[in-house]
Each structure stands twice: as structure tokens, then as C-alpha cells.
């Protein structure tokens, strides 16, 4: 969550918006899970960042 906190609050500051969200996760072989999706609006929005990424995570625990 601080993480997307930290990116909402740099996007607000810096007057930035996008509607791309992607997720990568490494795992301790250094394999690397990655999903993405877009939005059908650009934000810089908290909340909505934050279901998307939370979407996006629940997308990579039942591929694994």
C-alpha cells in the first residue's frame, strides 16, 4: 500500500496521470511474475490504482 501511496501522491504533485498499471513480482530464484492492465480512464487516483494493483495480485496467486 505505501507504495502506491508514495506513486499517487508523486503523480499528484508532479501534475502526472496514466492508465497502465503493471505488477511485477520476483520470487527468490529470480524468476519473474509480471501482469498488467489498463484502465479505461487515466488517474492518479489512490483507490483505483490500488484495486487495480490488488487485482492484478490476485490475478498472480491463482496462475501460480
Known amino acids: 500500500?505505501?507504495?502506491v501511496d508514495?506513486?499517487?501522491k508523486k503523480m499528484i504533485r508532479d501534475n502526472q496521470m496514466g492508465k497502465q498499471i503493471s505488477l511485477t513480482l520476483r520470487d527468490t530464484e529470480f524468476h519473474n511474475a509480471v501482469r498488467s492492465t489498463t484502465l479505461d480512464h487515466y488517474t492518479n487516483s489512490y483507490p483505483q490504482i490500488l484495486q487495480a494493483v490488488e487485482n492484478l495480485k490476485d490475478l498472480l496467486s491463482y496462475s501460480r
Open 1 to 3: 500500500r505505501s507504495l
Open 6 to 8: 508514495e506513486l499517487s
